[in-house]
């Protein structure tokens, strides 16, 4: 499985998908919307993992652009925002249990991976 | 000075506060009450009493003018009668005259078959007498010895001697009886003259009362009482009997009336001050004065009556209303009073949940912002230790494993304490799911064991077992149990226990309760328990969001919480909850704290 690490942190994204390789996930990483949107052309990635909050626009946005264009990419969204509206939208685009809340334990994040593969369905 | 400025500040603060609240919560209700029951009362009583007082001089008026006008047809009805009366006799004695010649007249048998002839026909008179130009009477037939009389001196012989006809009023003259007399003068034909004298003793009083007989029949009928009739002359003497102004020749007691040629009613007092109606007539060619005297006070009577009546009437119809209008208004006030008081509730309401709102918007806030370089040191953190895991030597020192784990761990704690402060602002959809209290309750106990155990907290779980499984999301009801048991062990020092009950009550609702053998809380703390950041362990590290939290947790699943609390012994939180979640009750939460 191929993950994108989509998060303008990137003290975050980077060690996080180091972290990832180390764990058999092969993955790479973006700090803003348009260095993801390059980085999808270039590769096919079964998984992204979304910040919600970011400088230019917002994850949800993101994620139907990246939708569009590779409609059998699945998403995980992960911040560290917990007001109710975004906790809805973000509910409503991916599902309940793939919203997840920073910090997040590596272990959960690679298990939730596997659980979006299998998920059927391009939602 | 500074410090003592600033301790003022608060306590105007605090003023202001008490001030507020008052102002909103308080209308002065009695004042309302009052001012609206009077004002009311007022509108609806003053036309009632106007129409009243009206309808009452309307009809007094009424009253009284039909009485004027009733004494006026009887007094004038009456004068007729006694002014034919007088005149038929005056006339009778004219044609005796003119009948008779001077000498048979004098001739006494002559006289006294007239006489017979006159009672017979005309009735009335008690004597008969001729008089020459001297005064001396010649000839008299009658009961008295009067015959050789002289008469020249009395004023009734020259007012006939100049008038040549006459009436007298009444007089007690030679016989000392009280009568009148009707004199005729006639000239015979040598230039000299001779009077006819007729006189009617007593028999006046009579005649009137005949003459009035119908008339007083009638008013018997109307005023229950006779009117008084009598004549009076016109210096006042009365001339026939009078029921209550005196006897024959006595000064009468009411005022001689003004003189007048018609029939008049006019109101007068009697001696008593008593009110009176007075009707009169002066008789034309007699010194006579009908008098009708009637009673007003006894004539308005039946007004009197119905005046009574009306007051009744009025009375009720007051009391009715002012009944009427006490019980609407009292109604009224009472009702808005309660408006107001769930208002001023619903006020309350709003203000607390706008306050919890705007704090889980800063927890939020906060949150956001620690989670995220919280995400970073874990990611250092994590990498780090999988580094070291490749390398065997790093591997194996305890030490410097020891050490990354702390630093995860103590990631982990600051995540549980953000999470705990987005959960405060962020109401996560109620999952429903069905929930065993009882093992709940023991896996919440679960991570309490250890410090219960070593605090020698006795912890007593009495869950009834008749309690089914029930819908409410379990995420949260453990929030709210952990949080009332966390608090339950801090208001203990060592040893003390924490009982928790739990039974199935009616409507089907859970009821959970949890004691404590702790300090308490005194009752002005228990108003503000339930308030964010109200905390009375400040020192001990405490945010004063934990009941907060659990007050809106509670809401959320449809509950409600209540404390009792008694210092030194103690204190009781229930939690009373529904075994069904209503959709509606989750997005009532859900906007009040959104």
Known sequence: MRVLLVDDEEELVSTLSERLKFRGVDSDWACSVKDALSKAEQNIYDIAVLDVKMPETDGFKLKRRLQESYPKMKFIFMTGHGSDNYYHIGSAET????????????????????????????? | MKWFSKKKDHRIQDDENNRLRKSHELFNFRRIWLLSFLLTSGFAIVPVIFFAVIDYNVTERLMLSETVSRTMRLTSNT???????LNERQSALQFIVKENSYEALNEPRRLAEILENLRQCFGGFTDLGVIDSDGLQRTYVGSYPLRGKNYSGQKWFENVVSRGSFISDVFLGFRNVPHIVIAIKHRTGDGKFYVLRATIEHNLSRILSEINTTFQDKMKVDSGRETDVFLINQTGIIQTESLYFGKVLEKNRIPVPEVSDETKVVESKDQHGADLIVGYRYIPETPFILMIVKDKERLMKPWQQSRLELIQYLAISITIIILWILGITTYMIRRLKEMDKRRVKYLHMAEYSNKLASIGRLAAGVAHEINNPLAIINEKAGLVKDIFHFKKEYREDPRLMGTMDAILNSVERCSRITRQLLNFARHMNVSVQQINLKSLVHEVLSFLTKEAEYRSIDVVVDIKEDIPDFESDRGKLQQILLNIINNAFASMKTGGSVTIRAMAVPDSRVQIEISDTGCGISQENL???????????TEAGGTGLGLS???????ELGGRIEVESKIGKGTTFMINLPMKLEKKEQSDASTASG
């Open chain 1, 95 to 123: 599902g309940k249990e793939f919203y997840l809340v920073k910090p997040v334990n590596i272990e959960i994040l690679i298990e939730k991976m596997n659980d979006v593969l299998q998920k059927q369905g391009g939602v």
């Open chain 2, 549 to 555: 939290i659990t007050y809106s947790l509670a809401k």
């Open chain 2, 527 to 537: 108003r503000f328990i339930f308030e964010p950041f109200f905390s009375t362990k």
């Open chain 2, 79 to 85: 004068w007729r009668s006694v002014a034919f009366y």
